[in-house]
């Protein structure tokens, strides 16, 4: 065991972690008490201390020409190094701290073993004091330490250069707290050395400690992307459960991280069926796992999972519904009726916005990423130069392309968002007729328009079934239909469970009866006009494309491009169903694809007012009065002949 450290063996001077002697004139300009020293004149003590503080060992160094009575001097004929070097050790002192207010650490430091005489003298001194030499042998030290600060003037440079090393970054013990990096510091000394003839720094040590530290974080990354991917690595993989492990758990259920890798697994092998399915599984089990696991993490109804699963593959279903655990953007639509985007933009920047253009598609839209006020109380907002609205809302608008001096019927305007761009688009000219069935949502669309200030908007309340009958004769019409909502589950988490079969049948019915109306409400002897442009916030099938294939049987229409130049085509067949070959001028939009809610757009063109069922019934009447009329005839003759 070491002795303890006795008072005489070190002086403690201001700020100073070892002892050293000072000029006094020097110790004055630098605000410093000189002290004295208690050990014999003429020698110096340098002086170090083990790691745990258990022990210590000293040697003596004989004093040079620049040394005398204890007092350290300068020399004219002193090489330039040197007083630099010693210069180091008296002018370690951090500016605007009291000495006395910063604790003294000590570290532990490799001395030259210049001869066994001098180990002996430390066993002797040790032995007088009342201690042993137990700790003799580790703390001999394994070699000849080299200073990294060593200069050409000598050992008596390394000694204060190294004291003023300790005073600067301590003992070193303090760096980081992990105990593997102690015991690898502790056990090899330098890191970086594999001689250990060189200790490292502190900072060095902190350095090595934090790329460590980095390295592990690394490889625990590593192997959570791995269990992501299900383990499929070294043979790590799930297989699929049987029906008894199934029922098991119905009553147990399992991990929400094990359903996850078990989707990811499920997924993978469903992707490629033929080679990495196991032997005596088929598909419909797969599946079968895969939709029930589904149902499990994302909290979805049975219902829409198989909806989901026959419009999306396995991998891209699971994209889909992890973006619709995201919610979209914030967008913004700027009123080009009073201000341009790029005014608008500098505006918001000033006020501590981040934004950027939406967009090549759109030259009015921005989208938001982070602001410091809120983005629905802005001034501007207030004033009327920007409307919120998601950017999926304004693809029907630009599909529709109104032109100025045209008549143009909003089916179902409310809150007003599109019907404020189609206002904007016409240059408040013509005569836009916005129309809600709802009558407490015409408060919203009311205000919107105010405060966005289109001038040539009508706001009617009316059953859009109903419309032909009140009003017609327009050149372009919008019908924004309501819909389950399959689109915006970000928006709306209830739809999750909330929707089922009778829900879409309903939904789907409605929608034809008002794209119906809507067709009979438009001119097709329109000069610039004739279009109908039917959207939705759904991604169904029986909602978009089988509504659309229900007008071309009915109606005199046809589907042209929406002059969208993005967005995935409609489908012309979807399962055992098969639709009109133009319905690939219809588009679609997805939040896993174009991070934007899910929507359906198509464009129609009328080319006659005519209505194919009632043509039908024109002619069976028609046919019915002429055998009516022929029979009368016929009677009439039987009559005449009789007479």
Known sequence: MGRRKDKSDVQRGPGKSARRQQDPDLAELLGQKPFSDKKKKGTTAATSVTKGGKGKRR???????????????????????????????????KFGKKAEDKPVKRASKKFDSESENDDDEVRKEIKKKGGDDSNSDWLRPAGKAKNPFEGDGGDDDDD??????????????????????????????????????????????????????????????????????????????????????????????????????????VSRVLSNFKQLH??????????????????????????????????????????????????????????????????????????????????????????????????????????????????SSMLPCIALAPQHNESVLDMCAAPGGKSSYLGALMRNTGFLLANDAKKDRCKAL????????????????????????????????????????????????AVKLSKDEKDIQRCSHTQRELLLAAIDSCNAKSSTGGYVVYSTCSVLVEENEAVIDYALKRRHVKLVPTGIDFGEEGFTRFREKRFHASLNHSRRFYPH?????????????????????????KKEESAESNDAEKQEDAEAEEEMDAE
């Open 446 to 493: 009311v205000g919107n328009l105010h405060r966005l200030g289109v001038s040539n908007a009508v706001i009617c309340n009316y059953d859009g079934r109903a419309f032909p009958k009140v009003m017609g004769g327009f050149d372009r019409v919008l019908v924004d239909a309501p819909c389950s909502g399959t689109g915006v589950i970000s928006k709306d988490p």
């Open 278 to 391: 196991e032997p005596g599984r088929t598909r419909a089990e797969y599946r079968q796992v895969f939709q029930k696991d589904i149902r499990a993490y994302y909290s979805y109804n049975e219902f829409l999972v198989s909806k989901f699963a026959d419009l999306f593959h396995s991998n891209e279903l699971v994209e889909f519904l992890e973006a619709n655990e995201v919610r979209r953007p914030v967008t913004i639509r700027t009123n080009s009726l009073k201000t341009k985007r790029r005014d608008l933009a500098q505006a918001l920047i000033n006020r501590g916005v981040n934004l950027d253009p939406i967009g090549k598609w759109s030259k009015v839209g921005l989208v938001i990423y982070d602001s410091g006020v809120p983005i629905g109380a802005t001034p501007e907002y207030l004033a009327g130069h920007y409307m919120l609205q998601g950017g």
């Open 59 to 93: 040697r003596e160094v004989e004093p040079e020409d620049h040394v005398q009575d204890g007092i350290v001097s300068f020399t004219d004929d002193m090489e330039p190094s040197k007083k630099k070097s010693m210069a180091k050790g008296k002018k370690n002192k």
């Open 160 to 265: 204060i250069d190294d004291l003023m090393m300790d005073d600067d970054f301590g003992d070193g013990s303090d760096v980081g707290s992990d105990d593997d990096d102690e015991q690898a510091v502790a056990a090899g000394g330098s890191d970086g050395d594999s001689d250990g003839s060189v200790e490292d720094l502190p900072i060095e040590k902190q350095s090595k400690k934090l790329d460590r530290r980095k390295a592990r974080d690394e490889k625990m990354a590593a192997a959570e992307m791995r269990t992501k991917a299900g383990g499929a690595e070294g043979g790590d993989r799930i297989g699929l459960p049987s029906e008894a492990e199934l029922a098991d758990e119905e009553e147990h259920p399992l991990e929400l991280s094990m359903i996850n890798r078990r989707i990811q697994e």
């Open 593 to 617: 694809t174009h991070n934007m809610d899910g929507f359906f757009v198509a464009k129609l063109k009328k080319y006659s007012n005519k209505i194919i069922g009632e043509e039908k019934k």
